[in-house]
């Protein structure tokens, strides 16, 4: 599980400072600003993620979880949590299990944007588009030369996706400081504003 946090209650004064006599809204500002700044950044890190890994953007939504900020806990949290996912949720080719003369001589696939189509074997094994009795499809591979068992190819999971320093977080991170301090005064703007009507 990774743990994003965006959490400066040192803030506090200095937009305290800012709001001038509605001082006291300060916790309420930055409550604000926090939980706005948490909401865009997982939509951030998503189109991030999407752009590095082939993959649908909802699976980084469904995968990040937002527990907001309040005035007394000035701490927004994007909970990413999930086990790996399989192959079969990215790119391959073939999709779906083959039959007769579309058995292809080996299965391909991908994870990342950027790369080529690789073939799925390991030595004599060579991995294949299988249906399971529940209707699952999943990319697998033997584990010897018997029929059985299968293994199924795994991927990264969405935690690790999304914590790609390289890549991912490390691409959001620096956007999400300037976002924050964006939103402090879009919301100080609000508060007055609506303070004064």
Known sequence: MIVFTIDDKGMVESISRQLGEYHDKAPTVLKQALNATAKDARSMLANQAKDVYV???SKFNKAMTIKNASARRLEALIVTAGAPLELIDFKSNPKKPPTGAERP???????????SMKRLEMGDLK???ARFKSGHVSIVQRRGPKRLPL???LSPSIPKMIG???EVYGE???KIAELLEANIRKYIKKTVEAKRK
Do not use: C, Y
């Open 55 to 57: 993959i649908q953007k």
């Open 105 to 115: 001589d080996v299965t391909t696939g991908k994870v990342l944007v950027k790369s």
């Open 127 to 129: 991995a294949f588009v």
């Open 151 to 153: 293994r199924k190819l």
């Open 164 to 166: 790609n320093e390289q």
């Open 172 to 174: 959001v991170e620096p």
